[in-house]
Every structure is written in structure tokens, then in C-alpha cells.
């Protein structure tokens, strides 16, 4: 029993990383119906960019987050304004094909510079401290604080969306970019935001992938993976449901792990099916609009 | 420079692709003016709002506002100097409520006398739904949001696009009835309509499209009925 109780512990913890990975992806598609294929890439580029700077700088992984998640956010204007923003128009499939370019070119740069060995991020004690919570249940320091950074970033994003100019100019410019443009607003520049913000995020669940496991230049596209089918299980436009969504994948993944090893990615893929077919809309899909 | 026209529109053809919208079309708007532009369905009425607030950039000829030429500016930055669209249709975002749609409006944080409050006082009836979805206003009370929110800009010029369009005539009347407040503090109007006895009640000048060419142009007063019918339907 305390077993199961557990495995589905360490299945809501990991689900906050999943999330993460998620919400950047459901932010760029709800704001300028951008489906980046180069997400799950952009966080293993944040996982090496973090590795970067903790062996230049001598920083630890979390303090490394300071200048990881801000270095994100300027690639992320950059590459909006300066590619992605070309790509938007009627149609969907340039920017679906321009990120899959850009997904091979990050792998095959990332291979180039740092080969195709396995590296982590360490973080010294913080990975191995346990706190027993009750009998035969123990929680991890990193997995507790990744969770905890991921319902932060969750409720940060909220409170953007719907509390800050930015955050009503992000939904201005998703209902209506031409009629955004007539109140003032520089579509461009509102992508190129929104993209900032995307991959601030993508900083930080590729920092937490890279403390919590070993990362190379290949993984990324299951990332991506990961991240879809939170959003899809959560529902689209729901920032919360997108945490939901995460936790769920992260359990069925934990549970499909202790029934057998070889069942964790199956029986994650296997919950997010099922609840594309019978609720195809998400758990909690956007009430309005 | 105080003598020249608020805006001057001179000689623009637009163009959708290969077709064209506009042919040479000309219109002038002085300081405090209300402009009525009538015309036809197709006749090219919103082409050339958009085109003045920057939404489509006219391939010949100029646009000038306050002395500079604007024929090239993005919509965003013509919003800025001054001009401000209600579109067709009204167009109110969604997702927002009916505050922050008047809010977006005032993005451009242009300085004046159009505040919420103010908007607030012209439409009481804002402020009682003010926390609703945009959505949930009906036909005139969502025209009255998209005025609001065009005010908030505190625009020197006004583009009207067929604000009578869908909605009751009661309702039309109410809304016309506060042109006059609106213009009162020397803004300038233009206003599209296909309701030309509104149109004509409330401007000083009047051009007529046809086709994307003015067929008619003159002073309210002076237009006879029968050059009016002429200009619209080219018989």
C-alpha cells in the first residue's frame, strides 16, 4: 500500500516538470497558433546552456536559473522577430515546417559542440535529501522543490495572462491580430513576447530535466511529446488543466513503471489515447471563447 | 501649417491582390469636420477607412495627417498619431471583458479627455456590465464598447465603419444622438453609412463611392436627393 503511495507521489512531483514542459508550448499556440515542433530541442538547448554556465561560472544548477532564464527569453524574442514571425500567416504549416527545421538544426548543432555523450547537471545535496512524511513514504528536496517551482510558474503565468497589460494584450492579439494592431499593439512585437516568455519557462524545466536526469543532444523530441500530451489531456487554454494535465501523465507514467519498467512511457501514451477519445476537448478546456 | 487639413487623402488606389479597390480616390477632413462617406455594398467605403488607418497601404498617391505623410505607417503607429477606427462589424475581443476592452483601447496612452470614466459617463450602461465578457453585450451595447474603446485612444480623427449596421433604428438613434458629445472637444469624424438619411443629418460634407471612385462629393445641404441616387447606384 505505502508503496503505491509512493509511486503515485513521485508521479505528481514529476508531473509539475511535465507541465512545465507544457505550458510554454500551450502559451505559444494560444497566443499566435504556433505549433513549435522545436520545443522539446529548446529545452534540452536551456539544459546546455544551463551546463555551460554552472562549469564556467562554478554556480550551482537553481542559482544558475538567474541567468539561464533570462539568456532563454532573448532567444526566445530573437527568434520570433527574427524567423518565426515570417512563418505566421493563414496558413499552419509554415511554422510547423520551420520548427521542425529548427528542431534537427539545434540536435545536429548540439551534437557538433557537445557530442552525443550524456551529461547531467549536479546539485549537490539538495538531490539526495529526503523527508520521511510518513510511514514508508519519503519525499524528495529536488522533486519537491521542482514541484513547487512548477505550481509558481503556473500561477505566475495566470496572473500575467489575466491580470497585467501584457497579459490582455497576449489575448487581444489571439482573438483578433488586426484589430490588436488598431489599438496600438505591434502584433510582432507581442509574438516575439510571448516567445520570451515560452522559453523562460523552457529554462527552467530544462535546468530541473538536467539535475533530475541524464540529457543528450537526442532527447528532445520526446520531451515535446511529453509536453503535447499534457495540454492535450489538460485541455487547451487552461493554465491550470495544463498542470493537471502534467500530473496525470506523471502518475500513469509512475503506476505503468511499478507495474513493469517497460510499461512507463507505454502507459503514460496509453491514459493520454483513451482521453482523447472519450473527452477530446481536455479535462478542463477553456469555459468561454 | 494651421490651415492645412486634418487629414488629406490624396489621389490613393488600393488593392486587394490583383483587384482593385480604389481607384484615385481623394477626401479631405478639416479640424473638427464630420465627413459622411457613403456608397454602395463593395463600393470600396471600408477599403478606404482601412487604408487610412493603416490596414492596407495604398499602392499610388499619399495620406496625409497633421502635416505628415502616413500612407506607409503601420496601423499600429497611425493609432498613435491619432486616428482611431471602429470597425466594421465591431470586432470587440472575446476573451477580454467590456473594461479591459475599453483599456486596450487606451493602449497607446495618448494624453486627453477620454478616460474610463468619461466613457463610463457617455454609456452608463458599460459600467453596470463593465466585469461581463464582451460577448455578452447586445448589438448596441457592443457598438457603444467599440466607440469607447476607439475613444480611449483619444484620437484626433474618428473612423466610423457602418455603425447603424445590424441594429435596431431606436438603438442607431441613440448612438447618433451622442455624436455630438463626442465631437464636441474639436475631434474630427468620419463616418461610413449606408443609412444616407443618418448619414446626411450628421455631416457637414458628404462624398459618395461608387465602385471605388467617388462619384459625388459636396457640402450636406447641397446635395439634392436625385444627385445622391445617381452617385449610388450610377443610373
Redesign the interface.
Known sequence: MTEWLNVILQGVLIGGLYAMFAAGLSLIFGVMRLVNIAHGDLIVLAAYVALMVTQTLGLDPLTSLLLVVPAMAIIGYALQRLLLNRTLGDDLLPPLLVTFGLSIIIQNGLLELFTADSRKLQAGAVETMTYQIGPGIWLGLLPLIQFVVAVAVIAALQVLFYRT?LG??F??T???P??????????RHVFAMAMALSLAVVAIAGVFLAVRSNFDPAIGPARLIFGFEAVIIGGLGSMWGTLAGGVILGVSQAIGAQIDPGWQLLAGHIVFLVILAVRPQGLFPKV?? | MRDAPLLQVDAIDVFYGDFQALFGVSLTVERGQVVAVIGANGAGKSTLLRAI???MQPRRGGIHFNGAAIDNA???AV??RGI??V?EGR?L????SVE?NL???G??ARPGPWTLPRIYKLFPVLSERRHL?A?ALSGGQQQMCAIG??LM?NPDLLLCDEISLGLAPIIVRDIYAQLPAIVGDGMSLVIVEQDIAQALKAAAQVYCLQEGRIALQGAAHDLTRDAISAAYFGV
Do not use: C, H, W, Y
Not at chain 1, 178 to 187: C, E, I, R
Not at chain 2, 93 to 96: G, K
Open positions: 497589460s490582455r494584450a489575448r487581444a489571439s482573438d483578433d488586426s484589430v490588436a494592431q488598431l489599438m496600438g499593439l505591434d502584433t468561454s471563447g | 488607418a493603416g490596414l503601420p496601423a499600429f493609432v498613435k482611431a477606427l470597425p470586432r475581443f472575446p476573451s477580454l479591459e483599456r486596450i483601447g493602449q497607446s465578457p460577448t474603446r476607439a485612444s
